[in-house]
């Protein structure tokens, strides 16, 4: 079964720092980009980060932009999202997403998603 | 990276057709035919429904369909049933020199 487990969230103050993981089965995890997208409570989505395949190619919102850093170990089939300088403003329920693959390559978009993990960033 | 437009809410009866719009600009859903739709039911992960402006996913239903034009992309849900009530949100590439992606603010969909 595909499936994707994030782990790592919890309560935290802010200006204090939290690594989310992402445990990857059930598919080739070293073929695929991987993504973490987050959900503020009772708001929408907002993409965070993503990395490609071999770690060539990352990126971030600008609302995350060098106090995040996204990484990968493709030997453990592994996502990380490091989260330094946290705010109010980051709390969300963070999931890892798997980048959609068809036979005419990359699609730019996500299949399989994990069920979460919740960050709360408070005094 | 502002986030792409949708309607907060849209509605219909059963058996009726509804579309959600999704505006951006010139540098995501106008320069690039990658635009995604997914549906999120509550509690529950999002569901990738539409890939590559109009393409499904196997498995997804084909009462769903999209397109675009210009800067403006769309989902229509045609013979609309109960279980479509849910969360839509788009999703464009929008990066050039950069890997970077942006979600729609998200529409409400009631079937009536």
């Known amino acids: 079964e595909v499936q994707l487990v994030e782990s790592g969230g919890g309560l935290v103050q802010p200006g204090r720092s939290l690594r989310l993981s992402c445990a990857a089965s059930?598919?080739?995890?070293?073929?695929?980009?991987m993504h973490w997208v987050r959900q503020a409570p009772g708001k929408g989505l907002e993409w965070v980060s993503g990395?490609?395949?071999?770690?060539?190619?990352?990126g971030y919102a600008d609302s995350v932009k060098g106090r995040f850093t996204i990484s990968r170990d493709n030997a453990k089939n592994s996502l990380y999202l490091q989260m330094n300088s946290l705010r109010a403003e980051d709390t969300a329920l963070y999931y890892c997403?798997?980048?959609?693959?068809?036979?005419?390559?990359?699609?730019?978009?996500?299949?399989?998603w994990g069920q979460g993990t919740m960050v709360t960033v408070s005094s | 990276q502002s986030a792409l437009t949708q309607p907060a809410s849209v509605s219909g009866s059963p058996g009726q057709s509804i579309t959600i719009s999704c505006t951006g600009t010139?540098?995501?859903?106008?320069?690039?035919?990658?635009v995604s739709w997914y549906q999120q039911h509550p509690g529950k992960a999002p569901k990738l429904m539409i890939y590559?402006?109009?393409k499904r996913p196997s498995g997804v239903s084909n009462r769903f369909s999209g397109s675009k034009s210009g800067n403006t992309a769309s989902l229509t849900i045609s013979g609309l049933q109960a279980e479509d009530e849910a969360d839509y949100y788009c999703?464009?590439?929008?990066?050039?020199?950069?890997?970077?992606?942006?979600f729609g603010t998200g529409t409400k969909v009631t079937v009536l």
């Open positions: 997403a798997k980048e959609y693959t068809t036979v005419t390559g990359p699609s730019d978009a996500f299949d399989i």
């Open positions: 059930g598919f080739t995890f070293d073929d695929y980009a």
């Open positions: 990395i490609s395949w071999n770690s060539g190619s990352i």
């Open positions: 010139s540098s995501d859903v106008g320069s690039y035919n990658l």
């Open positions: 590559e402006g109009s």
């Open positions: 999703c464009s590439y929008a990066g050039s020199s950069t890997f970077t992606y942006v």
